[in-house]
């Protein structure tokens, strides 16, 4: 038999409810904030945020974090990204692609980057560029401009040249013929017909220091 002076229990919410509801509205804050920091920090350096996805990967795939972006480039207001001097990326094997309106103010090797399938359209070069072994790049693009030389040593994928492209200085290509994709081999002696290559056509590629490079290797 229920004792009649027994209170029944309160149905009345305690404050710890309340709690668990503001940590709710807390954790999806930071859940938002999460989402929103890429699109924050490609704003802050005024470049849209594929860029900075694709600086963020480039950064990965030379195991760095994201604060080596900022000690390797500048941003100007049209929304370039502009190396301060030689870029090395050589053997990342993960690098895949590069942003967007990307300025190297100074050479860029690329060499053993197996993945890497393509060059954004609007790369400026300021002395050379080492694409050997990038056996997974298809072409380059349109309009390059390469000041000093180029190497293309056993690029195996790559499907030609584009009339477009000029070299100041030398080409290198394998010094063994059968690596050569033939469309390239015709390719670089039109250009050179053509006076868009203004070095000799090399089979051998020189070592180059890259002392001046702050990127470590992958």
Same mark, same amino acid.
């Given at each position: 038999?229920?004792d %009649?002076?027994k209170e029944?229990?309160s149905?009345?919410?305690?404050?710890?409810p309340?709690?668990?509801e503001?940590? @709710? +509205?807390?954790?999806i804050?930071s859940?938002t904030?999460?989402?929103?920091?890429?699109a924050k920090e490609?704003?802050k350096?005024?470049?849209?945020?594929?860029?900075w996805?694709?600086?963020?990967?480039?950064?990965?795939a030379?195991t760095?974090h994201?604060?080596? *972006?900022d000690?390797?480039f500048?941003?100007?207001?049209? @929304?370039?990204?502009i190396?301060k001097s030689s870029?090395?990326?050589?053997?990342?094997?993960?690098?895949?692609r590069?942003?967007?309106?990307?300025? =190297?103010?100074?050479?860029?090797?690329?060499?053993g980057?197996t993945? !890497?399938?393509? !060059?954004p359209m609007?790369l400026? *070069?300021?002395?050379?560029l080492?694409?050997d072994s990038?056996?997974?790049?298809?072409e #380059?693009?349109?309009? !390059?401009? +390469?000041?000093q030389?180029?190497?293309i040593e !056993?690029?195996? %994928?790559?499907?030609g040249l584009?009339?477009? #492209?000029?070299? @100041?200085?030398?080409?290198? #290509? &394998?010094d063994?013929?059968?690596?050569?994709?033939?469309q =390239?081999?015709a390719? =670089?002696h039109i250009?050179?017909e053509m %006076?868009?290559i %203004?070095g000799?056509?090399?089979?051998?590629?020189p070592?180059? &220091?890259?002392?001046d490079?702050n990127?470590?290797?992958?």
């Open positions: 038999m229920a %009649g002076n029944t229990p149905t009345t919410p305690k404050v710890l309340d709690l668990i503001i940590d @709710g +509205v807390q954790a804050r859940h904030e999460g989402i929103l920091a890429p490609a704003e350096r005024g470049i849209s945020l594929q860029q996805q694709d600086l963020l990967h480039m950064a990965k030379n760095q994201s604060g080596w *972006i000690s390797q500048d941003f100007d207001k049209t @929304g370039r990204i190396a870029l090395y990326l050589g053997n990342c094997i993960k690098l895949n590069l942003p967007e309106k990307l300025i =190297v103010n100074g050479g860029l090797d690329l060499a980057c993945h !890497l399938m393509s !060059l609007g400026e *070069i300021g002395t050379y080492i694409l990038c056996v997974e790049l298809r #380059l693009p349109a309009n !390059l401009y +390469v000041p030389f180029l190497s !056993l690029c195996l %994928g790559l499907t584009p009339n477009g #492209l000029e070299v @100041g200085g030398d080409i290198y #290509l &394998s063994l013929s059968d690596t050569i994709p033939s =390239v081999k390719d =670089v250009l050179k %006076g868009r %203004g000799q056509i090399i089979y051998k590629r070592a180059i &220091s890259r002392n490079s990127s470590p290797e992958c």
